[in-house]
T-cell receptor
């Protein structure tokens, strides 16, 4: 039972263009959402997050959008750079800050020069 | 600052052999600690979490076990490895509502 779904296993984008990574969730109790970036042979690193009381959060080239009614969030990277090539995981949490995160399967982003 | 140490970075083990992966943390006391596994096509799956010494909760039934012998030490073990235990194992520490991960151990069971 996948509560957090990333239906695109991979995405290819040209440098300078926009990358859009999508994530859907089924648990309506999730109230905090995060994106992690992972390079091969390294641990994931936190990228950006959004609380359910917001519909948008922006940090430099990265913007996360949340559509609660659709139970959908997306990560936009503009402009995309070759160094952004990595696996991106969507994660969600319900309740307190010490509750565990539920991760999606990840989307591998390849940004070509 | 808080840091997470995991070793070894890579490991190749035969089927049926035992396993011990260690995670230690610095810069914090009495942390919650987590073991995740990234397996092919499975994303990041939570295996175990621990809220203190000797306290382990298992999220999924499996061939693995975990122990918390010291406040800042979290160990993942198996008595007999299976091929399906191959994957990338990550220790994590919650902080500010987020999870911070160690560098991970790539385990290949052959």
């Amino acid at each position: 039972d996948q509560q957090v779904k990333q239906n695109s296993p991979s995405l290819s984008v040209q440098e300078g263009r926009i990358s859009i990574l999508n994530c859907d969730y089924t648990n309506s109790m999730f109230d905090y959402f995060l994106w992690y970036k992972k390079y091969p042979a390294e641990g994931p690193t936190f990228l950006i997050s959004i609380s359910s009381i917001k519909d948008k959060n922006e940090d430099g080239r990265f913007t996360v959008f949340l559509n609660k009614s659709a139970k959908h969030l997306s990560l936009h990277i503009v402009p995309s750079q070759p160094g952004d090539s990595a696996v991106y995981f969507c994660a969600a949490r319900e309740g307190s800050g010490y509750s565990t995160l539920t991760f999606g399967k990840g989307t591998m982003l390849l940004v070509s020069p | 600052s808080q840091t997470i140490h995991q070793w070894p970075a890579t490991l190749v083990q035969p089927v049926g052999s035992p396993l011990s992966l260690e995670c230690t943390v610095e810069g914090t006391s009495n942390p919650n600690l987590y073991w995740y596994r990234q397996a092919a096509g499975r994303g990041l799956q939570l295996l175990f979490y621990s809220v203190g010494i000797g306290q382990i909760s298992s999220e999924v039934p499996q061939n693995l076990s975990a122990s918390r012998p010291q406040d800042r030490q979290f160990i993942l073990s198996s008595k007999k490895l299976l091929l399906s235990d191959s994957g990338f194992y990550l220790c994590a520490l919650p902080r500010g509502g987020k999870a911070f991960f160690g560098q991970g151990t790539r385990l290949t069971v052959v």
